[in-house]
């Protein structure tokens, strides 16, 4: 089976800064894409940034020149550094997947249960 673990979700200031990482492990034979979502109260759940295996990143509108994707391909792993953080990037963040076990060769999708992120003086 795979695990998603996410961790770094904290209160923080407008204009302050947070790193959130997440450990994709398990029988993993690859990982295809890493990623991290986030949902507010109320809103549905929406792509914040990727990055693929090959090191292309996509980058929702809202967080682009404020946030940065990477990836550790070696250690399974992705962090997401958040600066400048708004009251609006308060949300759930959630990481997510694309990954093929060795057991299988389909293309799974799998998610962590998230990180709280709350942005407020």
């Known amino acids: 089976q795979v695990q998603l673990v996410e961790s770094g979700g904290d209160l923080v200031q407008p204009g302050g800064s947070l790193r959130l990482s997440c450990a994709a492990s398990g029988s993993i034979f690859s990982i295809n894409v890493m990623g991290w979502y986030r949902q507010a109260p109320g809103n549905q759940r929406g792509l914040v940034a990727r990055?693929?295996?090959?090191?292309?990143?996509n980058y929702a509108d809202a967080v682009k020149g404020r946030f940065t994707i990477a990836r550790d391909n070696a250690k399974n792993t992705v962090s997401l550094q958040m600066n400048s953080l708004k009251p609006e990037d308060t949300a759930i963040y959630y990481c997510h997947a694309l990954i093929t076990q060795y057991s299988s060769s389909r293309l799974m999708s799998y998610w962590g249960e998230g990180t709280l992120v709350t942005v407020s003086s």
């Open positions: 990055i693929f295996s090959d090191g292309g990143t």
